[in-house]
């Protein structure tokens, strides 16, 4: 069964550092580009934004330009975990923070991301 579990959301304040993760089970995240996305208060599924993208191994990766030079996107196959580290924090970067496997419906419950101005 697969199953993706995103953690490490949570209240900060403008300027602040997270740091999510999102552990895969029933897959192995190395076969798989891996993706972060978001969904903003208000809006729909469809309305999911492609935050950051990693390959395989880690070697590239992909950013929305609203994230450029403020967050990173990393994997550890070894551990079947993908994460997101989160700077400088903006009000707008608040929104449910999901991992996927790229082109797959395997979506985890998401973790809330709430940057207070």
């Known amino acids: 069964q697969v199953q993706l579990v995103e953690s490490g959301g949570g209240l900060v304040q403008s300027g602040g550092s997270l740091r999510l993760s999102c552990v895969a089970s029933?897959?192995?995240?190395?076969?798989?580009?891996m993706n972060w996305y978001r969904q903003a208060p208000g809006n729909r599924r469809e309305q999911r934004e492609l935050?950051?993208?990693?390959?395989?191994?880690?070697?590239?990766?992909e950013y929305a330009d609203s994230v450029k030079g403020r967050f990173t996107i990393s994997r550890d196959n070894a551990k079947n975990t993908v994460y997101l580290q989160m700077n400088s924090l903006k009000p707008e970067d608040t929104a449910v923070y999901y991992c996927?496997?790229?082109?797959?419906?395997?979506w985890g419950q998401g973790t809330q991301v709430t940057v207070s101005s």
């Open positions: 935050v950051a993208r990693i390959s395989y191994e880690g070697i590239s990766t």
């Open positions: 029933g897959f192995r995240v190395s076969s798989y580009i």
């Open positions: 996927n496997a790229h082109q797959s419906d395997w």
